[in-house]
């Protein structure tokens, strides 16, 4: 990891269409914590998770980052796990991990290494893609859904590898219908909608 992170948003507004999903939102994420982002299909919580890893823009308001409470842009902070993996296809699973620097043990899938991408299930897709957003080493971990897919051992080691990330001064930001069961982790919850 890359040093402490900061991540602010104030007065945010995200508009989709002709449709407010969220209006006037203020936090400030400063210290290792998981903020746990919840509500209905359609209500906003892509759009917020996009919007935090500055891969969209507010309607109005402002997103900061900061690394040592030093003004950065999002990519020198945060590493996004969209809810859809991002794994090249024509690749092996060793092939697209060499490509992001990442190392299939961290997600126990070096049995699958001469696998290709596109021949990996929903579960062994997401996991390759977790290893690559470990790979990032950036303090501020942004995931949608990162347990839909997995098996019960895939929640528990993205629950544990969620849990590590947080306890060496990371922040993790996760939307999910259901709760993440970190133990001992600062744990805030925002409901939309």
Not at 23 to 36: E, K, M, V
């Amino acid at each position: 990891m890359t040093g402490t992170a900061t991540l602010k948003l104030t007065d945010v507004d995200i508009i989709r269409g002709h449709r407010t999903l969220i209006s006037a939102l203020t936090l400030t994420l400063d210290r290792p914590q998981l903020l746990w982002v919840e509500g209905g299909n359609g209500i906003g919580k892509t759009s917020l998770l996009r919007t935090c890893a500055g891969l969209s823009q507010p309607a109005s308001g402002q997103v900061a980052w900061a690394l040592n409470e030093e003004s950065c842009k999002a990519p020198d902070a945060v590493a996004f796990l969209p809810a859809d993996t991002y794994n090249k296809s024509g690749l092996t699973t060793l092939e697209s991990a060499q490509f992001w620097g990442a190392d299939l043990g961290t997600v126990d899938m070096e049995s699958h290494a001469t696998t290709r991408t596109e021949r990996l299930s929903t579960g062994q897709a997401k996991r390759l893609s977790i290893a690559n957003l470990i790979a990032a080493e950036k303090p501020i971990w942004i995931l949608d859904e990162p347990l839909a897919g997995l098996d019960a051992s895939g929640r528990e080691d993205v629950t544990a590898l969620l849990s590590e990330h947080i306890s060496n001064d990371g922040i993790a930001i996760v939307a999910s219908h259901t709760p993440i069961p970190v133990a001992n982790i600062f744990t805030q919850r925002l409901t939309l909608g």
